[in-house]
């Protein structure tokens, strides 16, 4: 155990010291080696959230991805150093060759962790995949999203008895010892009140428990209902507070505070980069159809890198379509978002903020760079 910590220690230090290298890459719109993918294997929906119109894109006139695409891809030398993939939608759980995926995607890659977002509408589906991927489970995460508890939760994802799914897929993910397991919150006006429930419900069923701030972006199709989602500064207040007081701060990593301090930061001023992001660089969005693009709130917002079905990964990668995308997302034009599986893995790189984080004790929430 002593050793892993180590190992993790010594592994974090040579990232903060590859750094400057890393900016330099970034600052000329060249790549890095790909270590995260954001892969959303289909658009297919079940629920009808209040905050996200996914689930409007419909059903039918999909060409996702078959298996023998995805292990080819996945395949390729470039992504021989991936190290997290989060599975996506849609919802993930709808297609019902996601255990083969996942089992591909692990045995290909044996230092990658896979993280699952699901909204645990479908607990007979996520019971078989966790039949079908036991060898795996240490590696695995899956990510329920919880927006409330009960008739609160049914209203925001638009569907009856949603909740009572949710319990459901809870206790079937019992069972299995090792999986790891996440209640992920999205918080809005409507909801924010139900923070210190969510974490507690998490908290009894030995989850770890993460949040975000609903945001706007043509990755979730919401661009045109930002209404009812988005705080006004004033209820923001509040929910800034009842967060603060529902989580251990005193107990936070000064990353894991700073990562906090800059969602609730950009949920107010939605500056396009709080800090230099390298999605594009060092990670990519994957949609159901084998377009790449830098990030996922770039689906929908522009042309992206390319389609693997049209060329190789390396071709497209080092194009010089991608060259220019990540030269303007070098200057900082991009939809902008502080989404934890995207900007925030940049955090690392950007060393000097965390410094100034461990040194201010605490540092206080309008002290954004
Ligand atoms: C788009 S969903 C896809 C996976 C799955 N269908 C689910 O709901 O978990 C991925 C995550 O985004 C969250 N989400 C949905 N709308 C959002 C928004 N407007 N801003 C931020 N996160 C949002 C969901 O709650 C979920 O945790
Ligand atoms: S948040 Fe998830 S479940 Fe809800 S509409 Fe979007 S993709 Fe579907
Ligand atoms: S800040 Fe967000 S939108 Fe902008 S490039 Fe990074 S991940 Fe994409």
Redesign the pocket.
């Known amino acids: 155990m002593k050793a892993k910590v180590k190992a993790r220690n010594i592994y974090a230090l040579m990232r903060y010291l590859q750094a400057p290298v890393c900016h330099a890459f970034r600052s000329l719109g060249l790549p890095l080696t790909i270590r995260f993918v954001n892969y959303l294997i289909t658009w297919k929906?079940n629920?009808r959230?209040m905050?996200?119109n996914?689930w409007k894109k419909g059903w039918s006139a999909q060409k996702e991805l078959q298996i023998d695409e995805i292990e080819n891809l996945f395949t390729d030398p470039l992504l021989s150093k991936l190290e997290w993939i989060q599975l996506?939608?849609?919802?993930?759980f709808l297609r019902k060759d996601i255990a083969e995926i996942v089992c591909i995607l692990l045995k290909l890659h044996p230092k990658l962790t896979i993280y699952i977002?699901?909204?645990g509408m479908l607990p007979d589906a996520i019971d078989s995949f966790l039949i079908e991927t036991r060898e795996y489970h240490d590696r695995i995460t899956v990510g329920i999203?919880v927006d409330a508890i009960g008739s609160l939760h049914d209203f925001i994802r638009g569907i009856p008895g949603a909740f009572q799914r949710v319990m459901e897929t809870m206790e079937v993910l019992r069972k299995y010892p090792n999986i790891n397991i996440n209640v992920?919150m999205?918080v809005m006006p409507i909801n924010y009140k139900a923070f210190p429930h969510v974490r507690r419900f998490a908290r009894e069923y030995g989850a770890s428990f993460g949040f975000?701030i609903?945001?706007v972006s043509t990755y979730?199709s919401?661009i045109e209902k930002i209404g009812n989602?988005v705080f006004h500064p004033l209820s923001f207040k509040d929910a800034v507070k009842l967060i603060l007081k529902a989580l251990d701060l005193h107990k936070l990593k000064p990353s894991a505070r700073f990562d906090l301090k800059a969602k609730l930061y950009y949920s107010i001023a939605r500056r396009n980069q709080i800090i230099p992001c390298f999605s594009g660089f060092h990670s990519f969005a994957l949609d159901p159809e084998g377009n790449i693009f830098p990030c996922l709130p770039w689906i929908g917002y522009s042309e992206g890198f390319g389609n693997i079905r049209e060329n190789a990964l390396k071709e497209i990668w080092k194009s010089n379509q991608a060259n220019r995308i990540r030269e303007k997302i070098a200057k900082g034009s991009c939809p902008g978002c502080w989404l934890e599986c995207e900007i925030a893995r940049s955090l690392d790189k950007s060393w000097p903020l965390l410094m100034r984080e461990i040194l201010c004790s605490k540092g206080s929430l309008q002290k954004m760079p």
Do not use: D, H, L, Y
Request: hydrophobic share 20%.
């Open positions: 929906c629920s959230c905050m996200c996914i996506s939608g849609g919802e993930p977002s699901t909204n999203s992920s999205t975000q609903a945001q979730f919401n989602i």
